[in-house]
């Protein structure tokens, strides 16, 4: 078994700053990339941004420069650091890592329950 566990939505102003984590756990052989994606209402789930096993990063044009993924020593923690955040920001945050569980040669990837962030005065 493999849990995603997001963590650090809320309500912020615009302009205001949040940082969600994403622990993964379980029967973790190796992970070879985690990220972030959201879907606002009405809207398909997009990409915001993904970090590989080798630290490489990549980030939607909409928020490079506003949005920051890094990963903790243990790498099977991720985080977002948000700033700078807009009405259009509001969306429901889903963490996702791409992994290969233990006792299995296949790669699966995994999501969370997805966070609430909604940027509004």
Do not use: H
Not at 71 to 89: F, G
């Amino acid at each position: 078994q493999v849990q995603l566990v997001e963590s650090g939505g809320g309500l912020v102003q615009p302009g205001g700053s949040l940082r969600l984590s994403c622990v993964a756990s379980g029967s973790i052989f190796n992970i070879y990339t985690m990220g972030w994606y959201r879907q606002a209402p009405g809207k398909q789930r997009e990409l915001v941004a993904t970090i590989t096993s080798g630290s490489s990063t990549n980030y939607a044009d909409s928020v490079k420069g506003r949005f920051t993924i890094s990963e903790a020593n243990a790498k099977n923690t991720v985080y977002l650091q948000m700033n700078d955040l807009k009405p259009e920001d509001t969306a429901v945050y889903y963490c996702n890592a791409v992994l290969r569980p233990i006792a299995t040669a296949a790669t699966y990837s995994y999501w969370g329950q997805g966070t609430q962030v909604t940027v509004s005065s």
